[in-house]
């Protein structure tokens, strides 16, 4: 069984002893229970479904909460270690479930299969003030001499994290590790004299692309070139180099030959979150389909005399987050809008950057303060500009899907939008949709698409 391209299992986490459970960890036994635990609603329902009926799971937190600021009574951490496994997110946001992995290591002897959703997922986690890739200005006709080649970022647009940049003639900065069987996508943004950041793609005048350097160990990497970005995908373990190429209408008119930027193609990766990066990465279907395989090797590695059973049940959860996936990007590519107001805390970044449109969330708003009035002006103004008709807010912010916080209701008197939606983090669940055996994905086909649709395209 190859595990080598994820991290599957998380046994430590660097972080405080829970003191409050100091009194009943005194005589920890020897674990290895049957089912296991998870931390929130999405990693709970995502390990049912793998484990199906080898492996149940349990969510502790009770339906209308969500696991943000959450705290366990003093008998939880004793029943996880009486379990086989426990899954969680190994950042601080829930700082509650790492602290019980810390005392899981400590007491009980890696007695519980720890399994971190977030190992492997370094490279794909968005800054919590992370800026989006500069829009490229697409009515202006660009002119070769007039581009900055002297000088421009590149970016990796798994995370929109800017790399580094070419300067004259060598790099500042590089390309992250490739996993192998897995593809790295760079983009480069590149401005004129004046600013103009220049559009690339297969349908523009200018295109990126990349080559091996002169003498670079061929087969570790294959490129691919997109137009508007080249993915360096990981064929072998090993190291190159390779050189990116501006292309004018398919023809070679700048390429950083002075120096080559070094690939190297590893097994795994171990970066995962700290404080300073948005955990929310369960909102996004195609990372979810990350975790979802995360938790069929530890239940793999953990009970391997029902591998199959498990990995068919991932493969045939993951199936239906593609679907997801490819509902969310048809809806995104033909929406007349891609801006939309959303009255709550943000919790939908990665949604944001993997579809390509925007929320504009009222700033320093909580559940327990009301918009100031130059908040309520400027989102106004955002409903003018955008003709925007229907308002999203979060239903765990107000206790109920059918009742609509007063902020959203403010904007409704004050602006010409005649609707609010609901969109949810699906980081709970409400008693009413756990009646109806709602679990993500029906939190995501019944809600959040439906209120997507209103709000980018009615």
Known sequence: MDLTRRSVLKRSAGAVSLGAFAGCLSSPDSGGGEGGYASFF????????????EMAFENPIDAGEMGHGWEPDGNLAPEIASSEAFVYL???EFSWAQDIVSDLERDYDDSVTVIDGLEGLGPYLLPFDAEPVPEPDTDHDFVLEDLQLDEFDHVDLRSNEVLGYWHIEH????????PLDESVPIGVVIEDTEGR???????????????????????????????????FHGTALGST??????????????????????????????????EFHDPHVWVDPVL??????????????????NEDTYRENATAYIEQLSAIDDQLRELTETAQRDVAVFVGHDSFQYLEHRYGFDFRTPVGISPNERM???????????IETHDINTILYDPFETGSQDEIPSEA?????ESDATNAEPITPMSGTTREWQERDWGYLEQMREINIPSLQQALDE
């Open 42 to 53: 999405a990693l709970w329902d995502w390990a049912n479904q793998v484990g199906g009926d």
């Open 90 to 92: 190994d950042t601080p």
């Open 171 to 178: 790099w500042h900065g590089g390309i992250p590790d490739v």
């Open 197 to 231: 950041v220049l559009p690339l793609g297969a349908d523009e005048q200018f295109q990126l692309d990349a080559r091996l350097a002169d003498g670079a160990e061929d087969g570790v990497v294959e490129i691919e070139s997109n137009g508007d970005h080249v993915a």
């Open 241 to 274: 180099a390779v050189i990116l190429q501006l292309r004018r209408d398919g023809e070679v008119v700048f390429e950083t030959d002075e120096e080559a930027l070094g690939v190297d193609v590893v097994e795994e990766l171990s970066e995962g979150a700290d």
């Open 288 to 305: 979810a389909q990350r975790i979802v395989e995360t938790i069929a090797d530890a239940l793999t590695e953990t009970d391997p005399d």
């Open 372 to 382: 100031s009035p130059s908040a309520v002006a400027d989102l106004i103004d955002v």
């Open 409 to 413: 209701q403010t904007l409704l008197e």
